[in-house]
């Protein structure tokens, strides 16, 4: 491993290679320059599968014991270098510390789940003679591995997401390329570096930094490429949707997640403790952030006193530190966004109840109320540390609002009425349910996708490995 300040390459045929042109990484709280990384080129791309092309046959033939071996192994060393792996998370992301660790934490059982499914990817028995004229034949089913698949992944998870397509891609048998976010490329080399030391072999895992458009562009048009995998904004994944053609893809996307608060809570204390973590998590740069709280008239100002106090605790400061909890926003361009949006909603009527303001490149955890359902803050992805808890008078009120969105990945229900918990897991049109929980709360195991301008297809250790292996049948007839 090379320190974050050195000049990085690209990651090709088993080892980090230099390149002739670089583009630089700057620590987005202090400034300063954190590395100069390889900007990829077309021709890297191109080279890249090719490699992960011709490797495909090694890979595909190591047994599934094997493979699962080498994921094991990358959780085993993970585990070792977790203050190594955290410090690069924190560092290119911006990441709180404490933040960084668990997300590193997250990581290792992803690969260990990872590892866990490549021993479990068996097909089925059917028996052909349910069908009339079928009698004499015995079929079975087999996941056979599909070759190279494309990651292009985002900057707020720069680790455990780029694992959320490494790990099911290397349990089925294939190899990858990934094209991680400008902002985070150190992640990705990182663990690229680390999957090839626990014995991946070379050419399985190539990672070329640079910018999404030219290098996205050559992922699409390649015939080698069977599949891509992409986390990152609706806008980005609508765009490949349309060129992908006959490839497979799978887009995990944006949200502005919302929860309801119901006249049953008991303790509404320890909701609205809950609620703070899920809505100023990594400054609310997480796609299933809490955006959006809404609660009974009965728990309102019990609600809101508490979630304004607990917010108050939240320290503002550097990444690095211990005592951070929320720190600078990945770029300008989202701070001042996120600042505007937040005016908009002010003249609009809402009620800024902290918050509001810049701090050094951040803005301060902000809440509002009163927020009208037309303003950006409400009906769009903030992506940043703004939560809305508006009043309702009952749930069917609070089902409107939540489904009053394009997006639907998580909904979180606080109820102690398993009727209406039910009732509404049912009607809420979003990929995942959370009853007693914040809808940020996500266990890397769970199937997990959204409808609407959330996604298409759903990850999840399982079920992305079934999404990147193709299904055969065979028949055997003894008639
Ligand atoms: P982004 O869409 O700007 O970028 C994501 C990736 O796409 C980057 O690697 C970028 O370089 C690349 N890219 C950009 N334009 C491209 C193009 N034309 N062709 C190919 N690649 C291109 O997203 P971001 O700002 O990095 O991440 C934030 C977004 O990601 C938010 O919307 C967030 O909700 C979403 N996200 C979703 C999930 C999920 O699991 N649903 C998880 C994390 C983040």
Redesign the pocket.
Known sequence: MTTATETRGWFFEGTEQKAEQTYQVNHPHSGEILAHVAEGTKEMMTAAIASAHEAFPTVKNLSKSERAQILFQAAKLLEDEKEQAAKIISQEACKPIKAARSEVDRTVQTLQFSGEETKRLDGEYLSLDAAAGGEGRDAYTIYEPIGVVAA??????PLN?TVHKVGPAIAAGNTIVI????QTPLSSLYLADLLTRAGLPAGAIAVVPG???P???VMLSDDRVKKIS???????GK??KNQAGLKKITL????NSAMYVDESVQDIEAVATKAVQGAFAYNGQV?LSTQRIYVHESQIEKFTKAFIEQTSKLQFGAPESEETDVSSLINQDSRVRVLQWIEEAHEKGAKVLTGGKAEGNGVLPTVLTNVPRDVNVSCQ?V?GPVVLINEVKNADEALNAMNDSDYG?NAGVFTNNLQQALKLAHQLEVGQVLVNDVPTLRFDHMP?G?VKQ??YGR?GVKYAVKEMAELKMISLNFS
Request: glycine share 16%; proline share 10%; charged share 20%.
């Open positions: 292009i992944t985002p900057f707020n998870f997401l094209k991680p976010a400008e910018e999404g458009p290098l996205g562009e992409f986390t990152g904004s609706p806008r980005v765009l490949l995990e996307l944006g949200s796609c992805e992506f990945l997990y959204g959330s996604g990850e």
